[in-house]
C-alpha cells in the first residue's frame, strides 16, 4: 500500500453561477521515501490538491489517506491533531510567527506532540541544523533573510518527523542562487532524511530534483511528456 | 495543547503604540469602575452602619421620612422616661437624648455659604449614640462645638478650617471649635455638635427634633411604639434606628441604581475599547492563524491564546487602575444631601473592578477571535 492514496478525489468551487473543477475523479500513489513534484498552468488546483491531503480542506468526493489513515473521515479537531503529528508544511512565502525567534517557530509544532523536553529540545536542534540554522536560534524572522526564513521553514515542517512533507513553491519567491540552496537542502532531507515529498513548482529545473515528476492540467495528472509537448 | 504563553505576550508588543492606547484607555475604564462601585460601596457602608439596634428615634408623625422636618414638644423626653419601661438606666441616668437637628449655613473666616448639618445635644447623647467617640479636645460647653471628622468634607472646607480654636458661625451666632469626633463612618460624622440648650436660644425655638433612647438589651420597640399611638395628641412616631437607615437606603435607591447604570455603560464604552484594539491586531495575523491551524493547532488553542492577549492587557489595566484607585481615590470624602462619607475600595470593589476588567478583555477578544477562526484555513492561508 502507498504512503498517500488519492482515490476517486474531487472538489469544485462556485464562483457565481461559475464552476470551476480544478480536481476530477483523480487517482495519486505516492509511495514512503518518495519525492514527487507537481507542476502545472496557474489555477489548475496543485494548491488545492496540498490542501486535500493535508486535510485542510476536504473534497467533495472521493478518499485519501496517509499511511492508512483515512484523512477525509476525520474531524475538524481530529484533523488537526493528525497533521501535528504527521504533515509538514512548506509554504511559498515561509509563514513564520514574527514574535517567536527561530528557535521557538520549529519548536512550535513539537508541542503539540508527547515529547519531554530534552525531546523536544533534540528535536528542534536536529532540524536546524539539517537546514543549517544552528547560529540563528535566537533571531527574530525580521532579522533573517529571505532564504533563512525559508529554510526555518522547512525546520517547521520537518521537526515533527512528520510521514508526509507538502510544499507549495517553496522557491517560488527566493531568487535564483537562494532558490538552488533550497532544491538542495530539499533533496537531502529527502535522501539523507528519508522524508517524503510532494512539492509543487512553476520551475522545470526546480521540478528535475524530484524522482517524479507530475503534471496536473484541466483537472487531470497528465504524464510529463505529454505536458512537456503541451509546453507547460 | 496550548500556544506557548510568549506569543501572546509579544504580539501585545507587536504594535505598541495601539497597545498602550489601548491600555490607558482600559485603565480609565476600570478606575471610573472602581469609583463608581467605592462609592456605592461608601454609600451602603456609610448607611448601614448608621443604625444601632437599641437605638430607637422618637420623632413628629408628620415629617413624613425627613427626620430634620419633624418637631416635637420639648417635654417629650420626661414624658418618655416616664411612661416607658425598657429603657436603659444605668445609676439612676436614663438613656435618653433629646436633640435638635437641622441643616443650616455654616460659616468660617476662610469660607461662606457651606451647607452644615448641625445637632444640638445634650450629655445623653453619648450615652445613646454608642458609636460617636471623641478623638481629639473635649465635649461642648456653652458656646462651643465639636465636629465630626467628615464635617468640613461635608461643608466643602478644608479640614484645618473646622481644627480646634477656630470658629464656626451659625445661626447668627459664633461657636469655637473644641473638640472633634469619629463614629465609624456612620451618618453623624458629618456633623456638628452643640449644646442644645445654645441651638434653642439660638434658633429662638424650644422644641426638639427627635428623642433617641438606648434600649435595654432584649427590650423591644413595640412598648414605645405603642406609647406613640396611644399619645395621640403628642403626635410622635417611633423607628428603630436601624429600620430609619434602611428606609434612606430605600431612599437612595435610584442614586444606586443610577451608579450601577454608569458602571455598566462605561464597562460598555470598555469592551468596544478592547474589541477595537483586538479586531485590528487580528485582522493583520489572518494569515499567521491559518498558518498555526496547519501546523497542527486545535481552533479551541488559537482562541484561547487570542483570549489570553485580551485578559493580559485587562489585567495590566486593572492592576494599574486598582494601584491608582487604592492609592488615590481610598477614603476620598464625598459631599452628598444627607452628609458625607468616604469613597470605599474595599475586597468587594477590588474584586468587581478587576472581574470588570478582565471580562472586558474577554469580550474585547473573543468576537475577532472566533471571526479570524471561522474563515476557511486554505483561503486565508493566501491573504496578505
Ligand atoms: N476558496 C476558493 N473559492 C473559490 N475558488 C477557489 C478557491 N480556492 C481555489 N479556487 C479556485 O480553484 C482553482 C485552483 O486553485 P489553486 O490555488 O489550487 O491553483 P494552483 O494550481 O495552486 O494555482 P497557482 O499555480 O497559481 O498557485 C483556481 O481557479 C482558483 O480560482
Ligand atoms: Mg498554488
Known amino acids: 500500500m502507498a504512503l498517500v492514496e488519492l482515490r476517486g478525489v474531487s472538489k469544485s468551487f462556485t464562483k457565481g453561477e461559475e464552476t470551476i473543477t480544478p480536481l476530477d475523479e483523480v487517482d495519486l500513489d505516492i509511495q514512503a521515501g518518495e519525492f514527487v513534484s507537481l507542476m502545472g498552468p496557474s489555477g489548475t488546483g496543485k494548491s488545492t490538491l496540498l490542501n486535500l491531503i493535508s486535510g485542510i480542506d476536504r473534497p467533495d468526493r472521493g478518499t485519501i489517506s496517509v499511511d492508512g489513515v483515512e484523512v477525509t473521515g476525520l474531524s475538524r479537531s481530529k484533523l488537526a491533531d493528525w497533521r501535528a503529528a504527521n504533515l509538514g508544511y512548506i509554504f511559498q512565502t515561509h509563514n513564520l510567527i514574527p514574535v517567536l525567534t527561530t528557535y521557538e517557530n520549529v519548536e512550535l509544532p513539537t508541542l503539540l506532540l508527547k515529547l519531554s523536553k530534552s525531546q523536544r529540545r533534540q528535536r528542534v536542534e536536529l532540524a536546524l541544523e539539517a537546514v543549517g540554522l544552528t547560529d540563528r536560534a535566537n533571531h527574530y524572522p525580521r532579522q533573517l533573510s529571505g532564504g533563512q526564513e525559508q529554510r526555518v521553514g522547512i525546520a517547521r515542517a520537518i521537526v515533527a518527523h512528520p510521514k508526509v512533507v507538502v510544499a507549495d513553491e517553496p522557491t517560488g519567491s527566493l531568487d535564483a542562487q537562494t532558490s538552488e540552496q533550497i532544491q538542495t537542502l530539499l533533496q537531502r532531507l529527502n535522501r539523507e532524511l528519508d522524508i517524503t515529498l510532494l512539492m509543487v513548482t512553476h520551475d522545470r529545473d526546480v521540478a528535475g530534483i524530484a524522482s517524479r515528476k507530475l503534471v496536473l492540467d484541466q483537472g487531470k495528472f497528465v504524464d510529463s511528456e505529454t505536458a512537456i509537448t503541451m509546453g507547460v | ?384
Open chain 2, 1 to 384: 495543547m496550548l500556544l506557548p504563553w510568549e506569543y501572546g505576550v509579544r504580539n501585545l508588543a507587536r504594535r505598541p503604540l495601539r497597545t498602550m492606547l489601548t491600555l490607558a484607555a482600559l485603565s480609565t475604564v476600570i478606575l471610573l469602575v472602581f469609583v463608581v462601585v467605592g462609592f456605592i460601596r461608601g454609600l451602603e457602608k456609610s448607611l448601614s452602619i448608621s443604625g444601632d439596634r437599641d437605638v430607637v428615634l422618637v420623632y413628629s408623625v408628620n415629617s413624613e421620612e425627613n427626620i430634620e422636618n419633624s418637631a416635637i414638644a420639648a417635654r417629650t423626653p420626661a414624658l418618655l422616661a416616664a411612661s416607658v419601661e425598657g429603657t436603659q438606666q444605668r445609676f439612676g441616668v436614663t438613656h435618653v437624648s433629646p436633640e435638635m437637628y437641622l441643616g443650616t449655613r455654616v460659616n468660617t473666616d476662610e469660607n461662606n455659604g457651606g451647607l452644615g448639618l448641625v445637632r444640638g445635644v445634650t450629655t445623653g447623647a453619648p450615652l445613646v449614640r454608642r458609636s460617636v467617640k471623641l478623638i481629639d479636645g473635649k465635649w461642648p460647653s456653652s458656646g462651643e462645638v465639636i465636629v465630626g471628622q467628615l464635617a468640613a468634607a461635608k461643608l466643602g472646607y478644608d479640614k484645618q478650617d473646622l481644627a480646634i480654636g477656630k470658629q464656626v458661625v451659625f445661626e447668627n451666632k459664633t461657636w469655637e471649635i473644641v473638640g472633634q469626633f469619629a463614629a465609624g463612618g456612620a451618618a453623624c460624622e458629618s456633623e456638628i455638635w452643640c449644646n442644645l440648650a445654645d441651638l434653642q436660644t439660638a434658633t429662638k425655638r424650644q422644641d426638639l427634633t427627635v428623642v433617641a433612647l438606648l434600649l435595654e438589651p432584649g427590650s423591644s420597640t413595640a412598648e414605645i411604639e405603642l406609647f406613640c399611638k396611644e399619645r395621640t395628641d403628642l403626635e410622635l412616631r417611633a423607628l428603630g434606628e436601624t429600620d430609619y437607615y434602611q428606609s434612606l437606603q430605600q431612599h437612595y435607591k435610584p442614586v444606586r441604581i443610577l451608579a450601577w447604570l454608569v458602571v455598566l455603560l462605561v464597562s460598555g464604552a470598555g469592551v468596544f475599547a478592547g474589541l477595537n484594539m483586538m479586531y485590528g491586531a487580528v485582522a493583520g495575523r489572518v494569515r499567521e492563524i491559518a498558518t498555526l491551524q496547519a501546523i497542527g493547532y486545535r481552533r479551541r488553542a488559537i482562541l484561547l491564546s487570542i483570549v489570553q492577549e485580551g485578559v493580559l492587557l485587562a489585567a495590566a489595566a486593572s492592576l494599574i487602575a486598582g494601584a491608582i484607585a487604592l492609592v488615590l481615590m481610598n477614603g476620598l470624602a464625598i459631599r452628598f444631601t444627607m452628609g458625607a462619607f468616604t469613597l470605599r475600595i474595599d475586597s468587594v470593589a477590588v474584586l468587581f473592578g478587576c472581574g470588570i476588567g478582565l471580562l472586558l478583555g474577554v469580550l474585547g477578544a473573543l468576537p475577532p477571535a472566533i471571526k479570524a477562526l471561522r474563515a476557511k484555513v486554505a483561503v486565508s492561508l493566501k491573504a496578505v
